[in-house]
């Protein structure tokens, strides 16, 4: 069985500041490992996904995130942070086989960034 | 670029109550999940399907039943509703073949009052 744990369920932070948002995972698998946003009364969206490969995992608005395999970890970065950003963030896994690929969250993360 | 349809977007019903719950994928996209959001939850995975087969089963209530139709779209089919079912309903879909990156629908609000 897959389990994530975010290990922070707020994390307020001022505009332009820099941020992490941390995600472990536990999985006797391999697995497939995304961030996802949530901005208030919307659908998710995925941030990024880590399948293998480069440990340093890029996203289009600036947010960035690192594998870390004996860790088992993918946190989250971003060096300068807007008011836009404040959103929850899930970070999920997904076993690499088929059938399935269900994703499993983490608790969430609620960004609030203040000016 | 073509999204996940979801419809409706609110729904309000009474207690015992029937809902269904509609999913479009995206075009060409063979492979549907629903998920449930409780109020301040994480999503939690129901059901999917590929091909028109259930591929998988989560934590899916015996009340509720879901099926993809040969046009690939789905229904969540929910009866006998409890006021526990109040939630937003995600459906995501995907190429089975693909990276399993799952496109996420704007989701449907039920209300159980």
């Known amino acids: 069985a897959q389990s994530v744990t975010q290990l922070d369920s707020q994390v307020p932070v001022f505009e332009e500041a820099p941020v992490e948002l941390r995600c472990n995972y536990s999985s006797s698998v391999s697995v497939y490992l995304f961030w996802y946003v949530q901005y208030p009364n919307q659908g998710l969206q995925l941030l990024l996904k880590y399948l293998s490969g480069s440990t340093l995992v890029e996203s289009i608005n600036g947010f960035e995130a690192e594998f870390n395999k004996s860790q088992t970890s993918l946190h989250l970065r971003k060096p300068s942070v807007h008011i836009s950003d404040t959103a929850e963030y899930f970070c999920?896994?997904?076993?690499?086989?088929?059938?399935?690929?269900?994703?499993?969250f983490g608790q969430g993360t609620e960004l609030s960034v203040k000016p | 670029a073509a999204g996940v349809i979801q419809s409706p977007r609110h729904l309000i019903k009474e207690k015992r109550e029937t809902a269904t719950l509609k999913c479009y994928p995206i075009?060409?996209?063979?492979?549907v999940y629903w998920y449930q959001q409780g109020p301040g939850q994480d999503p939690q995975f129901l059901i999917s399907f590929y091909e028109k087969m259930q591929s998988d089963k989560g934590s899916i209530p015996d009340r509720f039943s879901a099926q993809q139709f040969s046009d690939y779209h789905s229904e969540l089919n929910m009866s006998s509703l409890e006021l526990g079912d109040s939630a937003l309903y995600f459906c995501?879909?995907?190429?089975?073949?693909?990276?399993?990156?799952?496109?996420f629908g704007p989701g449907t609000r039920l209300t159980v009052l």
């Open positions: 999920a896994v997904s076993t690499t086989y088929n059938p399935g690929g269900k994703l499993i």
């Open positions: 995501a879909s995907r190429r089975w073949t693909g990276s399993n990156e799952q496109f």
């Open positions: 075009p060409r996209h063979d492979t």
